[in-house]
Structure formats: C-alpha cells, structure tokens
Nanobody
C-alpha cells in the first residue's frame, strides 16, 4: 500500500503564506498523479490542485489560481503546495491524495486511491 503524510499546516494571517508537504512511502510505483483536497466545516471535500508525477501537467481549482502552486520532488517522493495570499476562505483541513490515474481522474473524490490524514490550515482575518 501507499502511505501519505502531510506537514506544514498551521495558523496564518490573511495575506500570508504556507507551504504544505506530503511525503509518499510504500508502493509508490503505483502513483501516477498526486494532489491536494480540502474540506471546510459543513462543506464537501473539494479538489484544490493536482500534478502528474512525471508529465508536468497540473490543475488548480479556480478559487486558488494565481495564489497556489503545486510542485513535486520525484527524488524525495514529495509533493508540495505553496499557498500565497491566503484568504479566510482558505481555512480547511487539507488532505494529500494520490492515485494511479490522470490528474483529471484525481480531481474526483472517487478517483483517489490513497489519502493522507490531513493537516489543518487556519487563516485569520
């Protein structure tokens, strides 16, 4: 199986920045794409960003375009989410995700094969 461990969450003021990291271990050869979801209280879990492991294709939900950047370090089996110009509305638990399909497939909750336990991002206004 694959294990995903997130780090980097915390409390930040609006306009500030955070970088989330997700370390993958185990049977990582099964991973084709990785990404991030988030879930705020009372809201559905939504796809935020995804990236293909080797192809360089990436996806962002409209609400974070221009503010968030997803990247990966293949040698370290790690994916990052650089979050700049954070807004109060970005407050959520952020979950690392991985799957054997495309970045498009990973946008769907049912397309995720592996989940991290989540890391809380709180943005104060």
């Amino acid at each position: 199986q694959v294990q995903l461990v997130e780090s980097g969450g915390g409390l930040v003021q609006a306009g500030g920045s955070l970088r989330l990291s997700c370390l993958a271990s185990g049977r990582t050869f099964s991973i084709y794409a990785m990404g991030w979801f988030r879930q705020a209280p009372g809201k559905e879990r939504e796809s935020v960003a995804s990236i293909s492991w080797s192809g360089g294709n990436s996806y962002y939900v409209d609400s974070v375009k221009g503010r968030f950047t997803i990247s990966r370090d293949k040698a370290k089996n790690t994916v990052y989410l650089q979050m700049d110009s954070l807004k109060f509305e970005d407050t959520a638990v952020y979950y690392c995700a991985a799957g054997g399909g495309s970045t498009a497939t990973l946008r769907n909750y049912n397309g995720v094969n592996y989940w991290g336990k989540g890391t809380l991002v709180t943005v104060s206004s």
